[in-house]
């Protein structure tokens, strides 16, 4: 919690976390790591959701555009997700 500093949510699992962002909606968080996955996790559970597998190296960088439901991530390439709408 920003306001007084609550723990209110904890990750397990997650490997050499290099970078992280919300998604605009606020119920997920994605976690870019050193094994070169992105792992997407519920915000409220902290359950992970899904992986996403592509790149070749650390993930440095994870971007969720603010108006369009797609990510921009990098490590030595560039990669681009488009998650699937839940039903």
């Known amino acids: 919690d920003s306001f007084d500093g609550k723990l209110i949510q904890e990750y397990m699992n997650v490997i050499e976390c290099n970078t992280c962002c919300f998604s ?9 790591n050193a094994d070169g ?3 997407v996790y519920d915000c409220i559970t902290g359950d992970n959701i899904t992986t996403w597998q592509g790149h070749i ?31």
Not at 76 to 86: C, Q, R, S, Y
């Open 37 to 39: 996955n992105i792992y």
């Open 57 to 87: 190296s650390t993930v440095n960088i994870l971007k969720w555009n603010p108006c369009k439901l797609m990510i921009a991530s990098s490590c030595n390439n560039l990669g681009f997700w488009i998650p699937k709408k839940e039903s």
């Open 24 to 32: 605009p909606d606020t119920k997920y968080v994605l976690s870019g």
